[in-house]
Every structure is written in structure tokens, then in C-alpha cells.
């Protein structure tokens, strides 16, 4: 069983670096070119795998994209909540329009 989930993770990374190092530009890669990445990640499929993952993939310093900011619900902001306090009529002004 413990053969066949290292055969398992074994591929998943192998196909996981080679898709990631096609797709990565040339100003994306570390160290050495893309074919020779390419070449270690199937001749050494687990750790040429882990290999690329830790040493050959960089992110760019200006492709990263724009974070999104979580954008809040009327119920989680607090001065929303404030004028409804203020809009509901008072038990009081009720009282004084009879």
C-alpha cells in the first residue's frame, strides 16, 4: 500500500513540475534553461520533481495578480448597522403620533 501511494505522489509531482515549468516563462525559471528542467523532472521523476518546485520555479516580480479585497455583506458593517439603528422608529414616536 505505502508502494503505491509513493508511486502515486510520484507522478502527481512529476506531471505537476512538467505542466508548471511548459507553462512558466523564461523570466520565471531559475538556474538552468527549461529543457534541461524539463530533462531532470522526467529522468529523476520524485525529486526531480521536488527539485524544480523548490529551486527552479520563481514567481516574477510584476506578474502577480491584483488582490482582491473581500468585499463585506450590509450584516458585517458596522456603520451600515448604525443608521438602522438610527432609521427604526422609537417605541416613544409611536406613542406620540396617536
Known amino acids: 500500500m505505502v508502494r503505491v ?11 505537476y513540475a ?4 511548459l507553462r512558466s ?5 531559475r538556474t538552468l534553461p527549461k529543457p534541461l528542467w524539463l530533462l ?3 529522468a529523476v521523476p520524485f525529486f526531480g520533481g521536488l527539485i524544480w518546485i523548490v529551486f527552479g520555479h520563481q514567481a516574477a516580480p510584476g506578474n502577480q495578480p491584483p488582490r482582491r479585497l473581500r468585499s463585506l455583506g450590509p ?7 448604525r443608521t ?6 422609537r417605541p416613544d414616536d409611536e406613542d406620540k403620533k396617536k
Not at 501511494?5 to 506531471?15: D, E, H, N
Not at 512538467?18 to 515549468?21: N, P, R, S
Not at 516563462?25 to 525559471?29: A, F, K, L, Y
Not at 458585517?76 to 448597522?81: E, H, I, K, N, T
Open 75 to 81: 450584516d458585517d458593517d458596522p456603520d451600515f448597522l
Open 40 to 42: 531532470l523532472i522526467f
Open 18 to 21: 512538467a505542466i508548471d515549468c
Open 25 to 29: 516563462s523564461d523570466d520565471e525559471i
Open 84 to 89: 438602522l439603528e438610527s432609521r427604526q422608529p
Open 5 to 15: 501511494l509513493f508511486v502515486l505522489a510520484a507522478i502527481g509531482i512529476t506531471i
